[in-house]
């Protein structure tokens, strides 16, 4: 049988064994090139498939929300169970608060308060926000609106219910206040749920901006977002909390006048300045009114400033300890940091001494308007 040239060659390229361990290794490179090239094209594809699935599932999962108002599920104890477990008549509890969009003049104070929240976070941000560490530091879970939201009050104590709140596993919480339903409310519901922390399914997505108490249009606003939301509000003696906010102006503004002469409009009359926001945010009654326009009383509840100070129910004595000097519980050990945690330096001022003579006037002048919020409410919180 005669060959044709080129099958001499290849037998002869064949029958030498080394050339045959380099046709071999050429023939292997070329397959693993091709296979390369195939696996990058078709890899290629899968980022934009993922994103694309997920951005779908937000979407339907937000409009759901937005539409239902969507309901909060889990379990817990104390207060946090309360926000774990279906809409129900909600107990008392306690109080801190922000600035108004209430009716303000020359003699409204206020405005120095918006850094307030920044200060008291420089403290906190080294401590990681408790629950699930893992899976949020690969990237696990999803970024949700609010099912809850400490709406109030100002000075009454919010910081504080925040911060034994996130003790919780269950709960995921916004450290600095968004303000959104107040001063950032053009900029949208995406921008707003951009803010919040990620959660997995059972968690609780929480926020607190004290001020939106007292801004006439927050209620109608958290309602369009969902009317599920549940809402904390901390209420204080009013008294007190006027003090209080006079204090915190006080450390910033020592050149302002005094709290007797910013009381009152006529101090020879004794006629009350309620346009003072001080004044006016402890007209609790009228402010609560705004709210039951658009929420049923059993969608909020009332936590009492001076029983989360003395007695600070939700979380156990293994989590805080009271510090004398403050005059409120801290805690022992903030998640992911070996020292205990307290509230910053602008929490636990020493108040400035005022005439007793204007205190009384000023808890003559609440009177009625805290018997009223107490049948409101259908709790007496004993400030008189």
Not at 5 to 26: D, E, I, M, R, T
Not at 88 to 101: F, G, K, L
Not at 341 to 368: A, M, S
Request: aromatic share 10%; glycine share 8%.
């Amino acid at each position: 049988m005669e060959y044709s040239p080129v099958c001499n060659s290849v037998y002869a390229a064949w029958s030498s064994p080394v050339k045959k361990k380099l046709l071999l290794l050429s023939i292997m490179f070329l397959i693993w090139v091709y296979m390369l090239y195939s696996c990058v094209g078709y890899c290629s594809t899968m980022p934009s498939l993922v994103v694309d699935s997920y951005r779908g599932k937000e979407s339907a999962s937000l409009g759901k929300r937005t539409e239902s108002g969507g309901g909060v599920g889990g379990a817990g104890g104390g207060l946090a169970s309360r926000l774990l477990t279906k809409p129900q008549p909600w107990e008392d509890i306690e109080s801190d608060y922000e600035e108004p969009t209430v009716r303000t003049s020359s003699r409204d104070l206020l405005d120095t308060d918006r850094t307030e929240d920044w200060d008291d976070l420089a403290g906190m941000r080294a401590a990681a926000e408790p629950g699930a560490m893992s899976s949020f530091s690969s990237g696990a879970g999803s970024k949700k609106l609010p099912q809850a939201i400490i709406i109030g009050v100002k000075k009454g104590g919010t910081r504080a219910l925040l911060e034994f709140l996130r003790v919780h596993p269950d709960i995921r919480a916004v450290g600095a206040e968004p303000h959104f339903f107040d001063r950032n409310y053009e900029n949208g519901l995406e921008w707003y749920r951009e803010l919040m922390p990620k959660t997995l399914e059972g968690q609780i997505t929480m926020e607190k901006t004290p001020s939106y108490f007292v801004t006439r249009e927050a209620p109608a606003r958290i309602a369009a977002m969902s009317r599920g939301t549940k809402l904390i509000v901390v209420v204080r003696d009013p008294v007190t909390r006027a003090i209080s906010d006079y204090t915190q102006t006080l450390s910033k503004k020592p050149d302002i006048p005094s709290f007797e002469s910013l009381t009152f409009k006529n101090r020879t009359t004794g006629l009350i300045d309620t346009s003072w926001s001080a004044v006016q945010i402890g007209i609790y009654a009228k402010h609560l009114d705004n709210w039951l326009q658009y929420f049923p009383m059993e969608q909020l509840l009332f936590v009492s400033g001076e029983r989360l100070i003395s007695d600070p129910r939700i979380i156990t004595d293994k989590h805080f300890y009271f510090n004398q000097t403050k005059g409120f519980p801290c805690l022992k050990k903030a998640e992911g940091s070996s020292k205990p945690h307290c509230l910053g330096k602008t929490k636990g001022r020493t108040h400035p001494n005022i005439d007793p003579e204007v205190v009384q006037r000023l808890r003559d002048f609440y009177r009625p308007f805290n018997l009223k919020f107490y049948q409101m409410t259908g709790h007496d919180f004993g400030w008189d």
